[in-house]
């Protein structure tokens, strides 16, 4: 990470820290919703998708918070993981249970599910502001995602969709060392063998 998104996002931290309990105490009073709402628009389903690293149809099977300070208050600095079972996948490398990270926030425009859905969920693969471990991806109402709406289905139904991966991109990667391994022991072990009944034939 670059020392200027370093210090972006310190300063967005720190804005959220001072913001959200000024916003839970009620004395931002003039134009409150809009000081303390995520205010930052929705795009159209062919712009969400244009900017996506990835989009996928899923419904939610689980949600983790991640609790980044002991505050009593809690800040948008907190993130909660989304665990979506997905069904189709229309952009990107997605998993067949794939984590979402996000703002824990709504006032940061962070994901807030009432049901398991379906949803569709336009994905980044980062965020400058938000710790992604391997395999997960990024997600905030900004960007779109959300209930599948009939604007959505028509969107999605001019792009050909694939059925997600069902083996994580870190066991493919130890499947294919695995193979590999073998095949050498394989080769090692038919070498050997031949060598040994070369020996045992009879000379002269």
């Known amino acids: 990470m670059s020392r200027w998104r370093r210090l972006q996002r310190v300063v967005r931290s720190v804005t959220t820290l001072l913001l959200i309990p000024l916003c839970a105490a009620g004395i931002l009073v003039a134009a409150p919703g809009t000081a303390c709402a995520c205010d930052c628009g929705t795009p159209t389903a062919q712009k969400a998708f244009e900017h996506a690293d990835a989009v996928f149809v899923g419904r939610v099977v689980g949600r983790k918070v991640d609790r980044s300070f002991p505050w009593i208050i809690p800040t948008g600095v907190d993130t909660v993981v989304w665990t979506f079972e997905v069904a189709k996948v229309y952009k990107g490398k997605v998993r067949q249970r794939q984590e979402v990270v996000s703002h824990v ?100």
């Open 105 to 204: 926030q709504t006032t940061a425009c962070g994901l807030d599910f009432q049901d398991s859905g379906p949803f569709v969920v336009y994905a980044t693969a980062n965020d400058p502001d938000l710790t992604v471990e391997q395999g997960q991806l990024v997600a905030h109402r900004c960007n779109g995602t959300g209930p599948v709406t009939p604007e959505i289905r028509r969107a999605l139904a001019a792009v050909r969709a694939t059925d997600p991966a069902s083996t994580p991109e870190g066991e493919q990667r130890w499947l294919v060392v695995g193979l590999s391994t073998a095949a050498g022991i394989g080769v090692l072990a038919t070498g050997a063998w031949w060598l040994w009944r070369r020996g045992q034939r009879p000379t002269g």
